[in-house]
T-cell receptor
Framework: GAVVSQHPSRVICKSGTSVKIECRSL??????MFWYRQFPKQSLMLMAT?????????EQGVEKDKFLINHASLTLSTLTVTSAHPEDSSFYIC????FGQGSGNEQFFGPGTRLTVL | QKEVEQDPGPLSVPEGAIVSLNCTYS??????FMWYRQYSRKGPELLMY????GNKEDGRFTAQVDKSSKYISLFIRDSQPSDSATYLC???????????FGSGTQLTVLP
């Protein structure tokens, strides 16, 4: 149980274009999903908390107009990187909490999306 | 002071060795503690979670929490080359139980 998928797994785009990344919980409903960014040889940095049916909560320093998050259903959250630039190149990972497992605090992660902006 | 600090490594051990991975945390109110394993270019995978102090064992893995010293550990017995990965400690906090991760320890188990 507790499987999270992400699509696409890898994307290469030109500077100035927008990229949408999808995160789905496959076998459970997730009212809360999280988006992380990870640079090479670094730990995961939380970008935002995505809440179903309401606005996302962004971490300090993360531009909400650049990283648009939509959580329209209990199984899908999307992250859109708008007007991407080379410095946005990174590994983006989503996660979801499954309240029905364990303590309810555990997050289950997707496989990640590697974004390269040329 | 960071909320969660982790021994950075990298760590290289021979196959069959016992591995000890460690983190410290600053907030005494933390009660849940998790360990994730991340293979290169993959998302983290939940290994174990523990609540409060004590030990929890799952196969070759043992998670240990010492709340008095704010110290958490993950032990791997009979380490295998397939255990080679980055190990991350994580602690949930905040209203949405956001995870704060340690910096990760890269482990290599040599055959």
């Amino acid at each position: 149980g507790a499987v999270v998928s992400q699509h696409p797994s890898r994307v290469i785009c030109k500077s100035g274009t927008s990229v949408k990344i999808e995160c789905r919980s496959l076998d459970f409903q997730a009212t809360t999903m999280f988006w992380y960014r990870q640079f090479p040889k670094q730990s995961l940095m939380l970008m935002a908390t995505s809440n179903e049916g309401s606005k996302a909560t962004y971490e300090q320093g993360v531009e909400k107009d650049k990283f648009l998050i939509n959580h329209a259903s209990l199984t899908l959250s999307t992250l859109t990187v708008t007007s991407a630039h080379p410095e946005d190149s990174s590994f983006y990972i989503c996660s979801a909490r499954d309240f029905g497992q364990g303590s309810g605090n555990e997050q289950f992660f997707g496989p990640g999306t590697r974004l390269t902006v040329l | 002071q960071k909320e969660v600090e982790q021994d950075p490594g990298p760590l290289s051990v021979p196959e069959g060795a016992i591995v000890s991975l460690n983190c410290t945390y600053s907030n005494s109110a933390f009660q849940y503690f998790m360990w994730y394993r991340q293979y290169s270019r993959k998302g983290p995978e939940l290994l174990m979670y523990t609540y409060s102090s004590g030990n929890k064992e799952d196969g070759r893995f043992t998670a240990q929490v010492d709340k008095s010293s704010k110290y958490i550990s993950l032990f791997i017995r009979d380490s295998q080359p397939s255990d080679s990965a980055t190990y991350l400690c994580a602690i949930p906090s905040g209203s949405a139980r956001q995870l704060t991760f340690g910096s990760g320890t890269q482990l290599t188990v040599l055959p």
